[in-house]
C-alpha cells in the first residue's frame, strides 16, 4: 500500500493532516520538529492568505468567520488566530516556540516538538495532537492536544464578540492542562474553562452522558465547554471533538457507528487525552482501516 496524501478533506469542509491505516501509524512526513510549514500551507486550502510566514518557524493565521473583520495577517506578528484575541507572536524566544496569546494570559503551543502529528482544521477550529513514537508505534506516555477557535452553538452572539473564542490543551502531564476564553468583549481579560487536571471525575466537566448525537448506548456526546467560575456556565461546543465515557486509551482509533454530529462522511476519531474520568476524541483521517 502506498503512503496516502498527506492533506485529505471530507464532505464538510474539515481539511486532514496526519493519518492512520492498517500498516502506518502515523505519517512520516509530519513525525519532524517543525509542523509550521505544513500547518500553514493546510490552512490555505480553505483560503489562500488566512496562513502566512516569513521564516520556516514563524506563523500567523486566523479562521474565515463571517464576524471577524480583522484582515488576513501580513506577518506572523499582527496576525490573529481566530480575530477573538488570540494573537500569534514568537513572543520571547526567537524561532523556537509560537504562543497563541489569550488576553491576560498565554499558552505555549509548540509546534517544534517531535513526535506523531495529527490535525484537523475548518472554519471553527485548528485541532492538532502530537504523541511520542516507538518505532512505527505511538507512545503515548507523552502527549500534548490543542484546539483553538470558535465553539459552536454560542452562549454569546456576534455582538459580544469575541467571547466565544476559546483554546482547550490536554496533555500526559496534568499540569499542562487547561483551557480559557476572553471574559469580556474587547477586553484583556481571560477567564479559565473548566478542564479537569487528575483522572477523577469531574462534576462539571463530566457531566452526564443521558443523549447523544454520534453514537449507539449514550457513549460519547459533543464536547461542551464549560467557565470555571460559578455557575459554570455553558459557552458552546467544540469543533471535531467528541466526549466519551469508554476507557478508550490515548492514542486509539474509536470508530464511529451511529449518525455523525456534523454530517461528515469520515467515522474515525482518535482519543487524544483524559478529560477527568472521561476521554476526548479528535476527528482523524485514515485510509482502508480496519
Same mark, same amino acid.
Given at each position: 500500500?502506498?503512503?496516502?496524501?498527506?492533506?485529505?478533506?471530507?464532505?464538510?469542509?474539515?481539511?486532514?493532516?496526519?493519518?492512520?491505516?492498517n500498516l502506518f501509524a502515523y505519517?512520516?512526513?509530519?513525525?519532524?520538529?517543525?509542523i509550521a510549514p505544513a500547518l500553514r500551507d493546510l490552512i490555505n486550502l480553505m483560503e489562500p492568505g488566512l496562513a502566512v510566514s516569513n521564516t520556516t518557524t514563524d506563523l500567523g493565521f486566523k479562521l474565515p468567520q463571517s464576524f471577524d473583520t480583522t484582515a488576513k495577517p501580513s506577518s506572523p506578528y499582527n496576525g490573529r488566530f481566530?480575530?477573538?484575541?488570540?494573537?500569534?507572536s514568537n513572543g520571547t524566544t526567537a524561532n523556537t516556540d509560537i504562543f497563541y496569546q489569550v488576553p491576560g494570559g498565554g499558552?505555549?503551543?509548540?509546534?517544534?516538538?517531535?513526535?506523531a502529528w495529527y490535525i484537523v482544521v475548518n472554519s471553527t477550529s485548528v485541532s492538532m495532537f502530537r504523541s511520542n513514537i516507538s518505532g512505527n508505534a505511538l507512545n503515548p506516555?507523552?502527549?500534548?492536544?490543542?484546539?483553538? *477557535?470558535?465553539?459552536? &452553538?454560542? #452562549?454569546y452572539n456576534g455582538a459580544n464578540y469575541p467571547l466565544n473564542a476559546y =483554546?482547550?490543551?490536554?496533555?500526559?502531564?496534568?499540569?499542562?492542562?487547561?483551557?480559557?476564553?476572553?471574559?469580556?468583549?474587547?477586553?484583556?481579560?481571560?477567564?479559565?474553562?473548566?478542564?479537569?487536571?487528575?483522572?477523577?471525575?469531574?462534576?462539571?466537566?463530566?457531566?452526564?452522558?443521558?443523549c447523544q448525537t454520534a453514537t449507539p448506548n449514550a457513549n460519547t456526546t459533543d464536547l461542551v465547554l464549560f467557565d470555571n467560575l460559578a455557575p459554570n456556565r455553558a459557552? *458552546?461546543?467544540?469543533? &471535531?471533538? #467528541?466526549?466519551?465515557?469508554?476507557?478508550?486509551?490515548?492514542?486509539?482509533? =474509536?470508530r464511529n457507528t451511529g449518525v455523525d454530529p456534523d454530517g461528515s462522511n469520515n467515522p474515525f476519531w482518535l482519543c487524544v487525552g483524559e478529560y477527568g474520568s472521561e476521554r476526548i476524541l479528535m476527528r482523524v483521517w485514515t485510509q482502508n482501516l480496519t
Open positions: 500500500m502506498s503512503t496516502p496524501n498527506l492533506q485529505n478533506v471530507d464532505n464538510v469542509g474539515n481539511f486532514y493532516m496526519g493519518f492512520r491505516s505519517d512520516t512526513r509530519l513525525a519532524g520538529g517543525n481566530t480575530g477573538g484575541g488570540f494573537s500569534a499558552s505555549n503551543l509548540n509546534l517544534y516538538q517531535s513526535g506516555s507523552n502527549y500534548d492536544f490543542k484546539q483553538l *477557535g470558535w465553539v459552536k &452553538n454560542p #452562549l =483554546y482547550l490543551f490536554l496533555s500526559s502531564f496534568t499540569s499542562s492542562r487547561g483551557g480559557g476564553r476572553p471574559e469580556l468583549p474587547n477586553n484583556a481579560t481571560r477567564v479559565s474553562l473548566r478542564v479537569p487536571t487528575s483522572s477523577a471525575l469531574d462534576s462539571v466537566a463530566n457531566y452526564s452522558i443521558t459557552i *458552546g461546543v467544540a469543533s &471535531n471533538l #467528541l466526549k466519551t465515557s469508554l476507557a478508550i486509551p490515548v492514542g486509539q482509533i =474509536y
